[in-house]
C-alpha cells in the first residue's frame, strides 16, 4: 500500500507510530530525550520553555509551542500513559503556565 496509509505497520514492518515520530523529530522545538517521563513538573515546564525560546523554527509563541507540544504528548498517549504520569504532565501545564507569566 503506498505510503501505509490505513496500515498499521510503518516501512520496516514495525508498528507505525506517528505521533511518536512527532514528538522526538519535531521540527518545531528540540527537546531533551525523556522529558515527558519525568516526575517533576517544574522541570518539565521549564525544559519545554527553555527549548521553546531556544527555537528559531517554531510557528508561534514560545509559550504556545511549549503548550501544544505538552498538550499533543499528552492527548497522544491517551489509554496508554500512567495515571501518576499523566498527573505529573497536567501539573507541568500549570507550572509552564507560571513560567511564562499566565497563570
Known sequence: MAGNKGSNKGPDGGPDRWSQGVTEGSDALDLEEGVFTWDDPARIAGS???????SD?????????A????TFYVNRAGKDLDSDQRQVLERAKDE????????
Open 96 to 103: 509552564l503556565r507560571k513560567a511564562f507569566g499566565r497563570g
Open 48 to 54: 519545554l520553555k527553555r527549548s521553546a525560546e531556544a
Open 67 to 70: 503548550m501544544s507540544m505538552l
Open 57 to 65: 523554527r517554531r510557528k508561534s509563541s514560545p509559550y504556545r509551542s
